[in-house]
C-alpha cells in the first residue's frame, strides 16, 4: 500500500506552507504529494485566501527532487483544456517526470461565482468533463511534427501542434497519468474505464468502495480493458495520535469529533489505522491519500511514518 499525502488549501494555506509539508513528506518517504484546486474556502475564513494548484505544483516541481506531485481534482471548469493541456506537461517537464493530473467536472458552485467563473448544469459539465479528458490526452500523444484537430461540442482546436510534450509518456493514453473519481454510476465508470490510470474514491466507506470498485472494473471489462491496468486509491481524512488525548487534540484543530472519525476517516492510534488500511487493501485499493488538513502539524506526518507507513 502507497501512502499519499493529500492537502486542502483553500482552507487556508501559503506557498510557503504547503512547501514544507511537500518537503517533508518527500524526506520521509510518503508517495505523492497532492492538493485539491478550489479557489474559495468551505469553512472558516480561509486566510490569507486561495493558491493556485498548477501555479504550486510548478513551485512544488522545482523545490522537490523525488516525491510525486498532483492534483485530487483539477476542475474541468477551471480552464480552457488547450491550455490545462499545456500547463501540466510544462509543470511536469518542471519535475523531471513526477505529475499527474486527476480531472473532475467540478462540484463547488459558490467558487465559481466568486470568480467569475462559468458553472454549467451537471449535464453539461460532464459532457465538457468527457471531452476534455479525450482532448488533453490526445493532445499529449499527437507524434511530434503532426497537426492535432478536434471537434467537439464544447470545444474545437484546428492545426494545433500539440506541444509540449510531458516527460512521461508512461498513462494508459500515453502522456501524464490521469485520475478520475467520484460516485457516479454509469458515466464516472465508463469514463476511468476509457481515460483513466487511476481510479480514485473520496471519503466513503468499505461498503461503498467495494460496490464503486466493481462498477468500474465492469466498465473497463465491457471494453476489453483488464481492470488491472487501473490503480485503484481511495482519499480518508487522517487523525492519528499516540493515545486518545493526541487524537482528540488533533481532532479538535480540525473541527471533527473523534469518534466521527474513526468512523468515515483514518483515525485513532497506528495500529488502528494499519487494521483499517488494511481492510481498504483487501477491497483492491493500491493507495490512500492522506487528507492532511493541519499543514503546520509536520509530527502528524512524522508519525504515519514511523508507526504506520512500515505495517501497510
Known sequence: ??????????QGATYDDLLAVAQEAERLGFGAFFRSDHYLHMSGDGLPGSTDAWTTLAGLARETSTIRLGTLMT?????HPGVLAIQVAQVDQMSGGRIELGLGAGWFGQ???????????????????AEQLDLITRLWTTPV???FAFDGTHYQLADSPALPKSVQDGGHRGGVPVLVGGLGKK??????????DEFNLPFVDEETTAAQFARVRRAAEDIGRDPASLTWSNA??????????????RAAVIGREVDELRVNGLAGTPAEVV????????????????QTLDLADLDHLRLVAAEVMPHV
Open 75 to 79: 476542475s474541468a471548469t477551471f480552464r
Open 111 to 129: 467558487e465559481h461565482t466568486a470568480y467569475g467563473i462559468p458553472f454549467p448544469d451537471t449535464r453539461e459539465r460532464f459532457e465538457r468533463y
Open 1 to 10: 500500500m502507497e501512502l499519499r499525502v493529500f492537502t486542502e488549501p483553500q
Open 187 to 196: 458515466q464516472t465508470p465508463a469514463l476511468a474505464a476509457a481515460y483513466a
Open 145 to 147: 511534427g503532426e497537426r
Open 236 to 249: 480518508l481524512v487522517l487523525c492519528v495520535g499516540e493515545d486518545e488525548a493526541a487524537i482528540a487534540r
Open 275 to 290: 487494521d483499517k488500511i488494511k481492510r481498504y487493501e483487501a477491497l483492491g485499493a493500491q493507495r490512500i491519500y492522506l
